[in-house]
């Protein structure tokens, strides 16, 4: 399984940027894929996540109402709408991926495949 993000920059307050996270080599009908951000000298955390089979999705609470998860199945890939961003959404933001689902969705132990960071910087 490989996991690649994209979309990252530098916005300002208010703004709006669309992550994505393009997934290949995926064998399971059903598969949760999550974002999670870390911040410098902050510990890792979870954004957002979606269970694909169902298209049940959750949210963290300082994200609630200004982003939107949602697959995109013709590009097999995964995006994070960000909207009305604020100067504490500033980090790397990760996307994951996991077999099935599990009800810790917020924890990072739960997800076995990681891509690589994508920068998001919002300037106040």
């Known amino acids: 399984v490989q996991l690649q993000a994209s979309g990252g920059g530098l916005v300002q307050s208010g703004g709006s940027l669309r992550l994505s996270c393009e997934i290949s080599g995926l064998d399971h009908i059903d598969w949760t894929i999550a974002w999670f951000r870390q911040a410098p000298g902050k510990e890792r955390e979870a954004v957002s996540c979606i269970r694909v089979a169902e298209d049940t999705t959750f949210y963290a609470v300082s994200v609630k109402g200004r982003f939107t998860i949602f697959r995109d199945d013709t590009r097999r890939a995964v995006h994070l709408q960000m909207n009305s961003l604020k100067p504490e959404d500033t980090a790397l933001y990760f996307c994951?991926?996991?077999?099935?689902?599990?009800?810790?969705?917020?924890?990072?132990?739960?997800?076995?495949?990681w891509g690589r960071g994508t920068q998001v910087t919002v300037s106040s």
């Open positions: 994951a991926a996991r077999e099935l689902f599990g009800s810790a969705w917020w924890s990072a132990q739960e997800y076995g495949y």
